[in-house]
Nanobody, 127 residues
Framework: QVQLVESGGGLVQAGGSQRLSCVIS????????MGWFRQAPGKEREFVAA????????VYAEFVKGRFTISRDNAKNTVYLQMNSLKPEDTAVYYC????????????????????WGQGTQVTVSS
C-alpha cells in the first residue's frame, strides 16, 4: 500500500523560508513521478511543482518560479519543496502527489495524472 506523508508546514513570516518533505512508503520511490499541489481557503486545489522519477523534468507554476524548488532523494524516499521569499498568498494546505503513469510528463501539471496523495500540511504565511 503506497502512502505519502507530508511534513514541514507551519507558521512563517512573509519573506521567510520553509521546506516541506514528503516521505513515500509502500513502494520504491523511483517508481513515481511526484508533484506538489496546494489549496487555499475557498479556492480550488492548484498545481505548484513536479519532478520526474530521477530528479529530472521539473516544472513549476508561474507564481512560484524563482522562489520554490522541488527536489528528491530516492535513497531517502523523500521529495522536498523548498519555499523561499514566501508571501501571504502562499498560505494553503500543501499536498504531495505521486504518479506511476509512464505518460505522466504529458499532463504533469494536472491532478488527474496523480493517483496517490498525502493528507496535506498547512503552511501559513503572516504579513
Amino acid at each position: 500500500q503506497v502512502q505519502l506523508v507530508e511534513s514541514g508546514g507551519g507558521l512563517v513570516q512573509a519573506g521567510g523560508s520553509q521546506r516541506l518533505s514528503c516521505v513515500i512508503s509502500g513502494r520504491t520511490s523511483s517508481d513515481f513521478a511526484m508533484g506538489w499541489f496546494r489549496q487555499a481557503p475557498g479556492k480550488e486545489r492548484e498545481f505548484v511543482a513536479a519532478i520526474g522519477r530521477y530528479g529530472d523534468m521539473t516544472v513549476y507554476a508561474e507564481f512560484v518560479k524563482g522562489r520554490f524548488t522541488i527536489s528528491r532523494d530516492n535513497a531517502k524516499n523523500t521529495v522536498y519543496l523548498q519555499m523561499n521569499s514566501l508571501k501571504p498568498e502562499d498560505t494553503a494546505v500543501y499536498y504531495c502527489a505521486g504518479s506511476s503513469l509512464r505518460t505522466w510528463y504529458l499532463r504533469r501539471t494536472k491532478e488527474e495524472s496523480y493517483a496517490y496523495w498525502g493528507q496535506g500540511t498547512q503552511v501559513t504565511v503572516s504579513s
